[in-house]
């Protein structure tokens, strides 16, 4: 079998939001806070594409001090607000 016809299966990772910790956790700090039904899911999406922004922008501070591996610093001069 040459190389060309093999084709590489990714295995797709199905993973399911944290829903019943996330409902535990706003009860217990904010236990008069009432959400919708999907209230936790946009909860949950908007920490998910912080953590990306993050990472992207850590990356980029990385790339710029030609440095391979995202450090502390790194992380800490992305995550200031100006």
């Given at each position: 079998?040459?190389?060309?016809?093999?084709?590489?299966?990714?295995?797709?990772?199905?993973?399911?939001?944290?829903?019943?910790?996330l409902k535990?956790?706003?009860?217990?700090?904010?236990?008069?806070?009432?959400?919708e039904k999907?209230?936790?899911?946009?909860?949950?999406l908007n920490?998910?594409?912080?953590?990306?922004?993050?990472?992207?922008?850590?990356?980029?501070?990385?790339?710029?001090?030609?440095?391979?591996?995202?450090?502390?610093?790194?992380?800490?001069?992305?995550?200031?607000?100006?």
């Amino acid at each position: 079998m040459a190389l060309s016809t093999i084709v590489s299966q990714k295995k797709q990772i199905k993973r399911k939001a944290p829903r019943g910790f996330l409902k535990r956790v706003f009860k217990r700090q904010k236990p008069q806070l009432r959400l919708e039904k999907s209230g936790d899911l946009l909860v949950h999406l908007n920490c998910l594409l912080f953590v990306h922004r993050l990472a992207e922008e850590s990356r980029t501070n990385a790339c710029e001090s030609k440095c391979r591996v995202i450090n502390k610093e790194h992380v800490l001069a992305a995550a200031k607000v100006s």
